[in-house]
């Protein structure tokens, strides 16, 4: 089976790219750049080979070429531009071309190549202010404000997705991220908002001094567990519903995570304040949101998060020595 991962060079991407060649099948990773060399050669000492297509999900050819070239059988759509409040303003439209329309694409590229299975990635931005509004966030009865481009355009393709299903009879599954950290994450240049684990790992790393906003995201899943949880979808071939949220199914806790970065770098020092102005991530962290509900994923293909906060702290760290031994804080 090959299983086509659109902006496969993304760290959500290349967990899914391991996940599946454990399992024996091949995955071909599509971006408009290719991975740089070193992270490459980590991959493959990790076992992890995978095909590059460089290519862009608005450019219907090079849909195509990469369909045809290796007779794909399956698609992740995970590519976005996943923009800062900067971007949003500069790339306004670049962001709806490449999440909306780039999306459109892929699936009318499903249906003229027959692929057997799509996947769409969207994400918990499109919940806005309202992330809070519910205990736990179910798939149907919570609601939804998108307030950032990228929201918006997430919100719009992951309803494009389910009308492709309904009315075009394409098999996509629009599965909803909690938000992801993890293995082999880093900078792709299309993804403003890298992760909070990351981010402070990087300064505790330093040794610094990290002033952060008690208000934050905390609907956090270990990106291992996502690559789990799309290959069971994908092992499966199709989905009894069109949405589900994939994430841990529980609260995560950044003061937590911080004080087991103090413990590992002791000069590293932290606060956290009720005031974003003096935060060291203005604008760029998640909003305030409760867990999303897995009752769903549970019960249709029988999925169970495998990392709790502190196993992923341990793997996480672990993973992270690792590649920053030789790629320079690339990684």
Known sequence: MIVLITGGTGFVGLNLAQQLCKKG???????????????????TLAGVVVDFFQGSVTQADDLDRVC???????????????ADGKREISHTKEILETNLMGSVEVFECAIRHHINQVIYLSSGSIFG???????????LTSPVLPETIYGI??????????????????????VRLGLAYGPWEYDTGHRDTLSLPY????????GEHLVVSKMHGDDYIYATDIARGLSLILHAGKSPE?????SAGMKWSLANWLEQLKQLFPKFSYEMTDDPNLCAFKN??????????????QHDFHFEPSFDQATAF???ISQSSILHSTTNNLL
């Open 284 to 297: 760029s962290s998640p909003l305030p949101r409760s867990p999303m509900s897995i009752q769903r994923i």
């Open 199 to 206: 981010k402070t790992y990087l300064q505790a790393k330093l």
């Open 314 to 316: 341990d793997d996480f």
């Open 153 to 174: 355009s997430k919100l719009a393709a992951e309803r494009t997705a389910l009308r492709y299903r309904q009315n075009r009879q394409l098999n996509v599954t629009v």
């Open 68 to 82: 045809r070239q290796y007779k794909v059988d399956k698609i992740v759509h995970a590519a976005a531009i996943t």
């Open 242 to 246: 069109g949405l589900y949220h994939l």
């Open 25 to 43: 099948v091949k995955p071909v990773l599509m971006a408009l750049t290719p991975l740089p060399s070193i992270l490459l050669q980590h991959l």
């Open 129 to 139: 202010h309202l992330g809070a509004h519910d205990a736990m966030i179910d798939e």
